[in-house]
């Protein structure tokens, strides 16, 4: 399994410099995709097993996949951004910093507003400000828009008295991420930190990049990639059938469980035993 991890982090790194080194353009050719898909297949070989590979080379292929093959990208920081948004995000606490207590996943613009204004100090500056809204927008509008469906209304309860608060939706998210992006690209430390180029980017194509994030959630992070995973069952059942060798029956079996597939239209995949069926 380490020599598995090992592939996949190689390939990755591969992959990213072949983009870097074509920055500006998109050099996605049959043998490029192969590359991608392959690496995506080491990894669904052995889906259950594989623990030393880096969260940040997973999330990078994923990107990868997504928005530079199937979007066409051409922008290597934008990649590079995305990869590492997800693998900050979803393993750490910056996910909605800006909260204060409230019990929904909103946040809400006019808590940037109360940052600039010095209300609170949460952020050292604005640009730190407002990239990180923009930041919670993409990801919570890409990667969990179900959370979306509350919409905003008066407080109620312990937070009555105080105003309405705005109406919630994904149009406010990607309005609000879209400006914020914008205006830490304008920001005096965005030419310092070697961002602005990349957050204009991700301010002009905010809902490409949601969407992209939306697949990737689909696929990879809330569920699988069910085309692969079928290719996977059927691929190691038939090596069971030619070479007889239960490590073969016992990865198809995994495979079909996570698929679903129902024991009775295929008896000579559970025949032998039943635990695995789910």
């Known amino acids: 399994m380490q ?9 990755v790194q591969a992959l990213k410099r072949t983009i870097k080194e074509h920055d500006g353009e998109n050099v996605v050719d049959s043998h490029f995709v192969q590359a991608v898909d392959h690496t995506i297949g080491v990894f669904y070989n052995d889906i259950g097993e594989i623990r030393s590979i880096s ?14 093959v199937e979007k066409r990208s051409r922008d290597a920081g934008v990649i590079d951004y995305l990869g590492d948004l997800l693998s900050r995000y979803l393993f750490t606490r910056e996910l ?19 940052e600039m204004q010095g209300i609170t100090n949460h952020f050292q500056n604005l640009f730190e400000a407002y990239r990180k809204y923009a930041d919670n927008a993409l990801f919570i509008t890409g990667l969990f828009p179900r959370s979306l469906r509350w919409r905003g209304g008066r ?12 109406h919630i939706d994904r149009t406010y998210y990607i309005s609000t991420g879209r400006e914020c992006y914008g205006l830490a690209a304008q920001h005096d430390l965005a030419e310092l930190t070697e961002q602005r180029a990349v957050l204009y980017k991700l301010s002009h194509y905010f809902e490409v990049y949601v969407e992209a994030l939306s697949e990737i959630s689909e696929r990879y992070i809330l569920g699988f990639d069910m085309n692969v ?15 007889g060798e239960q490590h073969y029956l016992e990865n198809a079996r995994k495979y079909a469980a996570i698929l679903k597939v129902d ?11 039943r635990a695995y069926i789910i």
């Open 55 to 68: 969260i940040r080379s997973l999330f990078d292929l994923f990107v990868i996949k997504a928005l530079y």
């Open 229 to 243: 995973i079928a290719d996977k069952l059927l691929d190691n059942f038939n090596l069971y059938r030619r070479t």
């Open 155 to 166: 407080r109620s309860g312990r937070m009555r008295g105080l105003q309405p608060m705005p």
């Open 263 to 273: 024991g009775t239209s295929f008896p000579k995949l559970f025949q032998r035993s």
């Open 96 to 114: 909605f910093p800006i909260q204060r207590g409230r019990q929904n996943y909103a946040f809400y613009f006019s808590d940037l507003l109360a």
């Open 3 to 11: 020599s598995a991890a090992k592939d996949i982090e190689t390939s």
